[in-house]
C-alpha cells in the first residue's frame, strides 16, 4: 500500500484584483510507500507547502488527485492515522501546553485513560515537561515547534507530515528531531518532510524529490540521482610520450610524489584514457569515485529547470 | 457528534478567554449596579415629591393636631420613605404607585434594550470571529488535520457560540429580575417572553455574521450584518422581504407599555428565527465545505 499518491495535482491561484492566474503547482505525481522516510525538496516558492496543503485538504486542487492511504485526500477518517506539523506553528492561545495536547488527543479519539501517558511521555522526550502548564501564549518559537511536533505524534499516527520541522530549532534541537526521526522509522512510520536543510534530509531519507517552479524535476534516492561526479585514476611512473597522448583527451592529470592522478569527468574520458594506460603498458594503481552530495543534486536540478 | 462538541467546548474555552467578551460582561455588571442606585434614588426622589405634594396639598383648616401630623410624615419621609408611604392618602398612595409602575416600566425597558444591544454586540463579535478568526491565525490548521470534518467543525463552533449567548441571555434576565426585585420593581409582563426573544434575535444576527464571515473581514461581516435589518426599508421595496426582519423581536414598547406580548406571536417569531438560522447553516456550510483555509 502506498502512504501518499499524487496524481496530476494542479493549483492555479488567483492574485490581486485583477485576479492573475499564477501556477503554484503543474501536474506533480508521485507516491510515497509505507515505511520511508521521504524528503521534499525545492527553492522558496516552488510550491512544496502548497503540495502539502493539498495534501492535506487545507486547499482545493485546480486538477488530479491525492490519497493517503489509498483514500482521498480529504476523508476525515484516514486523517486518524495521520500526523502534521505546519510551517509555521500557530496554535490557540487560551490553551496550556498540557491541555492543548488533551484537546488534539480527545479529537484523535484517543482512549481517556491512555492520554495522560502518551502526554507526559512526548512532554518529557520533547524537554516541555517544565512548561506544560505555561499558557502558549509564553512558549518561545522553539518551544511551539516542540509542541507542534508533539501533537503531530501525539496518536502515534502512521504517516507524519512534517513542513519546515526545524526551521526554529537551534543545533542541539535539530539533533534530537533527527533522533526521533531515525527512531520513527525503526518503528516503521511514514515520514513525509519538507526542508531547505539538505544535510538533515539527506542523513534521514531514503528518497528525495525535488521541485523548482511548481514541476517536479528529480525523484529517486540519493544512490539513484547522485551520477558519478568524475573517476580518478592513480598511476605509477608516466613517460613522456603517454602525457602528450592524455593532454589530447578531456582528462585532467595532476603529478606529486611520484604519482600522476588523471581525472576523467566522464565514462568516455574514462575509456580513452584507460586504453591509452594499456597501450602504453601502465597499470592502474587504484581507482576514486567522487559522486555528488545532495546538495550537487540539488543545484543541478534547479540549474536544469532554470535552463530553456 | 463528540467530535462536534469537543470543538462547541473548545470554542466556549477560547470565547471564555477573549477579553473584548470579558471587558462587556463586565461593562453589562457596571450598568446593573449604576442602574440599580440610579433607580432606588430615583425611587425615594418621586416618594419625597408625592409626599411633600401630599403635605402642601393639605386643607389650611386642619388645626395644629394635623399640621404636627403632616410635619411628622414629611420627617419620616426624609429618614425612611417606605414607613412615610404608609402614612399617605389612598389617592396619593395611587398616585405614588401609578408613577412606580411607570418608572419599573421605563427602567426596565431601558434595562432591556441596553441588555439586548449589549447580547447583538456579543453575538457578532463571537460569531464573525469564530471561524474567520481561526482561519487568519493559521489555528484550524491543525485542527481541521485531526479526524474532524468541516462539518462538523462549523457545526461545533456554532454550538458554542450558542451555548455563550444561552448563557448571556440567562445572566441578562437573572440580572433584570434580580434590579427589579432589588429596587422592589413589579415584572413587567413582557419579560416573560423577552429574554427568549433577545436569544432569537441575537442568534439570527450571529448566523448571518457567521455567513458573511466566510467572504469579508469579520468586522465588516458584524457591520453588514447589524445593519441588514428590513426596518430600513418600505413594504413596497423588495428588499423588505429578502432582508431579516428583528423588529418584531424587541418588545421594547411592549415593556414599556406594560403590556404583553402573545404566546402565539412568540410561537411565530421563534420558527422564523429557526428558519432564518437554519437557512444561513445551510449557505454558511456550502460556503465553507469548499473554502480554501490558507
Given at each position: 500500500m502506498t502512504a501518499i499518491r499524487i496524481e496530476n495535482l494542479s493549483k492555479t491561484y488567483r492574485d490581486g484584483w485583477r485576479r492573475t492566474a499564477v501556477a503554484a503547482l503543474r501536474n506533480l505525481s508521485l507516491e510515497v510507500k509505507e515505511g520511508e522516510i521521504f524528503g521534499f525538496l525545492g527553492p522558496n516558492g516552488a510550491g512544496k507547502t502548497t503540495t502539502i496543503h493539498l495534501l492535506l485538504d487545507l486547499l482545493r486542487p485546480t486538477s488530479g488527485s491525492a490519497h493517503i492511504f489509498d483514500q482521498p485526500a480529504g476523508d476525515a477518517m484516514v486523517r486518524r492515522r495521520l500526523g502534521y506539523l505546519p510551517e509555521s506553528v500557530n496554535l490557540p492561545d487560551y490553551h496550556s501546553g498540557r491541555s492543548l495536547l488533551e484537546f488534539y488527543a480527545a479529537l484523535n479519539g484517543m482512549p481517556r485513560p491512555t492520554r495522560a501517558g502518551r502526554i507526559d511521555e512526548l512532554l518529557k522526550l520533547l524537554k516541555l515537561d517544565e512548561a506544560a502548564a505555561r499558557r502558549v501564549t509564553k512558549f518561545s518559537k522553539g518551544m511551539l515547534q516542540r509542541l507542534g511536533f508533539a501533537q503531530a505524534l501525539l496518536h502515534e499516527p502512521d504517516l507524519i507530515v512534517l513542513d519546515e520541522p526545524t526551521s526554529s530549532l537551534d543545533p542541539v534541537g535539530r539533533k534530537e528531531f533527527r533522533d526521533i526521526l531515525l527512531e520513527l522509522k525503526r518503528q516503521g512510520k511514514t515520514v513525509f518532510i519538507s526542508s531547505h536543510i539538505l544535510s538533515e534530509v539527506e542523513s534521514v531519507c531514503d528518497r528525495v524529490a525535488i521541485l523548482s517552479k511548481g514541476e517536479l524535476v528529480r525523484i529517486g534516492t540519493l544512490q539513484e540521482l547522485s551520477a558519478p561526479k568524475s573517476v580518478k585514476l592513480i598511476v605509477r611512473s608516466v613517460r613522456e610520450a603517454l602525457l602528450e597522448a592524455l593532454a589530447a583527451t578531456t582528462a585532467e592529470i595532476s603529478l606529486a610524489r611520484g604519482e600522476a592522478t588523471i581525472k576523467c569527468p566522464d565514462d568516455a574520458t574514462r575509456a580513452t584514457v584507460e586504453k591509452l594506460l594499456t597501450e602504453h603498458q601502465v597499470g592502474i594503481e587504484r581507482t576514486e569515485v567522487e559522486t555528488q552530495s545532495l546538495e550537487d543534486i540539488f543545484f543541478s536540478a534547479i540549474a536544469s529547470k532554470k535552463e530553456p | 457528534m463528540k467530535t462536534t462538541l469537543l470543538i462547541a467546548v473548545d470554542s466556549i474555552r477560547a470565547l471564555l478567554h477573549q477579553r473584548l467578551l470579558l471587558g462587556l460582561m463586565l461593562i453589562a455588571l457596571a450598568m446593573i449596579a449604576i442602574f440599580s442606585v440610579v433607580l432606588i434614588g430615583q425611587r425615594k426622589f418621586v416618594t419625597q415629591v408625592v409626599i411633600d405634594e401630599s403635605v402642601a396639598n393639605a386643607p389650611a383648616s386642619e388645626n395644629s393636631e394635623g399640621k404636627a401630623d403632616a410635619d411628622a410624615h414629611a420627617g419620616a419621609a426624609k429618614t425612611k420613605s417606605p414607613a412615610s408611604e404608609r402614612h399617605l392618602s389612598k389617592e396619593d398612595q395611587q398616585k405614588l404607585a401609578e408613577q412606580m409602575d411607570q418608572m419599573a416600566s421605563m427602567f426596565q425597558a431601558a434595562f432591556y434594550q441596553m441588555a439586548s444591544f449589549g447580547g447583538s454586540l456579543v453575538s457578532l463579535f463571537i460569531f464573525s470571529t469564530a471561524v474567520a478568526t481561526e482561519i487568519r491565525k493559521g489555528t484550524i490548521r491543525i485542527t481541521l488535520t485531526k479526524p474532524v470534518s468541516r462539518n462538523q467543525y462549523l457545526l461545533g463552533k456554532y454550538l458554542g457560540g450558542i451555548a455563550v449567548m444561552a448563557g448571556y441571555a440567562l445572566i441578562a434576565s437573572a440580572a433584570i429580575m434580580l434590579f427589579a426585585r432589588f429596587a422592589r420593581l413589579e415584572l413587567s409582563p413582557a419579560m416573560k417572553f423577552a429574554p427568549w426573544l433577545m436569544f432569537c434575535r441575537q442568534l439570527m444576527l450571529g448566523s448571518l455574521a457567521m455567513l458573511l464571515s466566510l467572504y469579508i473581514h469579520p468586522f465588516l461581516a458584524s457591520v453588514l450584518a447589524f445593519f441588514a435589518g428590513n426596518g430600513l426599508y418600505s413594504k413596497y421595496n423588495p428588499l423588505f422581504y429578502i432582508l431579516p426582519s428583528y423588529?418584531?423581536?424587541?418588545v421594547f414598547r411592549q415593556m414599556l407599555q406594560g403590556s404583553l406580548v402573545s404566546g402565539k406571536d412568540v410561537l411565530l417569531l421563534s420558527l422564523y428565527a429557526l428558519d432564518f438560522i437554519i437557512v444561513m447553516m445551510l449557505l454558511a456550510w456550502w460556503r465553507f465545505r469548499t473554502k480554501e483555509l490558507v
Open positions: - | 423588529s418584531g423581536f424587541n
